[in-house]
C-alpha cells in the first residue's frame, strides 16, 4: 500500500508545475482488487475512487459507503447504454462519454428527471481503432451534439497509446479542452500521472501504484 507516497508525489508535481496544492484529484482505481486492500484504504482517508465495472461496483460501494461514509464514485470503464441507468444512480462523475448513443441514452435519464453526474467525453487521442472514445477531428460536432442534447460535460479524458510517450496526449488533452472551455482533464495512470499534471490534468487515475498489481480471475 504506498497512498501516502502517490499522495506526496501529486503534491511535489503540483508545487513543480506552479499549481495551487490540491488541484489535483487521486482517483483510487478499485477495480477487481481484493476488499480488504480497497478497506485499508479507506481507512486511510482516501474517499475518490474509480471503478471500470457497472456491476461490480454495484456489489460492492453501497455497502462500503455505508460503513465508511460518503465516498465519490468515478465510472472510468467503457458504459454500455443498457447500465446507464445503474451508473446515473451509483456515480458521482462518469469519465467515458464516448458515442452519440451513450450521449442520447443519458440525455433521456436526464429528461426523465435523473440527475447526472459529472460527464467527461472520452478521446482517443491515439486514434486506435480498437479503442473506445471520440476521435480528434470529431470532438467539436460530439461536443455540439451533446450540448443539444441538454448535456454539459465538465471535461475531457484520455488513455494514451500504451508503450508511447504519453506526454504529446496529455498535451493535445489540454489543447482541445481549452478550445472548448472545458476545465476538467481525467489523465495520467500510475506510471505518468507527474507528466499529466505539469499539463494540466485535474484527475489522476492511479490503482496498482496504490493497491498492487490486479489478480484477474
Request: with cysteine; aromatic share 6%; glycine share 12%.
Given at each position: 500500500?504506498?497512498?501516502?507516497?502517490?499522495?506526496?508525489?501529486?503534491?511535489?508535481?503540483?508545487?513543480?508545475?506552479?499549481?495551487?496544492?490540491?488541484?489535483?484529484?487521486?482517483?483510487?482505481?478499485?477495480?477487481?482488487?481484493?476488499?480488504?486492500?480497497?478497506?485499508?484504504?479507506?481507512?486511510?482517508?482516501?474517499?475518490?475512487?474509480?471503478?471500470?465495472?457497472?456491476?461490480?461496483?454495484?456489489?460492492?460501494?453501497?455497502?462500503?459507503?455505508d460503513?465508511?461514509?460518503?465516498?465519490?464514485?468515478?465510472?472510468?470503464?467503457?458504459?454500455?447504454?443498457?447500465?446507464?441507468?445503474?451508473?446515473?444512480?451509483?456515480?458521482?462523475a462518469?469519465?467515458?462519454?464516448?458515442?452519440?448513443?451513450?450521449?442520447?441514452k443519458?440525455?433521456?435519464?436526464?429528461?426523465?428527471?435523473?440527475?447526472?453526474?459529472?460527464?467527461?467525453?472520452?478521446?482517443?487521442?491515439?486514434e486506435?481503432?480498437?479503442?473506445?472514445?471520440?476521435?480528434?477531428?470529431?470532438?467539436?460536432?460530439?461536443?455540439?451534439d451533446?450540448?443539444?442534447?441538454?448535456?454539459?460535460?465538465?471535461?475531457?479524458?484520455?488513455?494514451?497509446?500504451?508503450?508511447?510517450?504519453?506526454?504529446?496526449?496529455?498535451?493535445?488533452?489540454?489543447?482541445?479542452?481549452?478550445?472548448?472551455?472545458?476545465?476538467?482533464?481525467?489523465?495520467?495512470?500510475s506510471?505518468?500521472?507527474?507528466?499529466?499534471?505539469?499539463?494540466?490534468?485535474?484527475?489522476?487515475?492511479?490503482?496498482?501504484?496504490?493497491?498492487?498489481?490486479?489478480?484477474?480471475?
Open positions: 500500500m504506498a497512498l501516502a507516497e502517490i499522495q506526496a508525489r501529486i503534491r511535489a508535481a503540483e508545487r513543480a508545475a506552479g499549481r495551487a496544492e490540491g488541484s489535483v484529484t487521486l482517483i483510487a482505481v478499485s477495480k477487481v482488487q481484493p476488499a480488504e486492500r480497497v478497506e485499508a484504504v479507506l481507512a486511510e482517508g482516501q474517499r475518490v475512487f474509480g471503478e471500470n465495472y457497472v456491476q461490480e461496483a454495484a456489489g460492492k460501494w453501497p455497502g462500503w459507503r460503513r465508511f461514509g460518503p465516498v465519490e464514485l468515478h465510472m472510468i470503464g467503457p458504459l454500455q447504454s443498457n447500465k446507464a441507468k445503474v451508473a446515473v444512480e451509483l456515480f458521482d462518469i469519465h467515458t462519454l464516448d458515442r452519440p448513443s451513450l450521449a442520447q443519458l440525455a433521456g435519464l436526464q429528461q426523465a428527471g435523473a440527475k447526472l453526474p459529472r460527464l467527461f467525453v472520452q478521446v482517443n487521442t491515439g486506435e481503432p480498437q479503442k473506445a472514445g471520440v476521435l480528434p477531428g470529431d470532438l467539436a460536432g460530439f461536443l455540439n451533446c450540448r443539444g442534447l441538454g448535456l454539459s460535460p465538465v471535461g475531457l479524458m484520455c488513455i494514451p497509446p500504451e508503450g508511447e510517450d504519453s506526454t504529446p496526449h496529455f498535451a493535445m488533452l489540454a489543447r482541445m479542452a481549452a478550445e472548448h472551455g472545458l476545465h476538467g482533464l481525467s489523465m495520467g495512470m506510471g505518468d500521472f507527474e507528466a499529466a499534471i505539469a499539463h494540466g490534468a485535474t484527475h489522476v487515475r492511479v490503482g496498482s501504484a496504490i493497491f498492487g498489481a490486479r489478480a484477474y480471475q
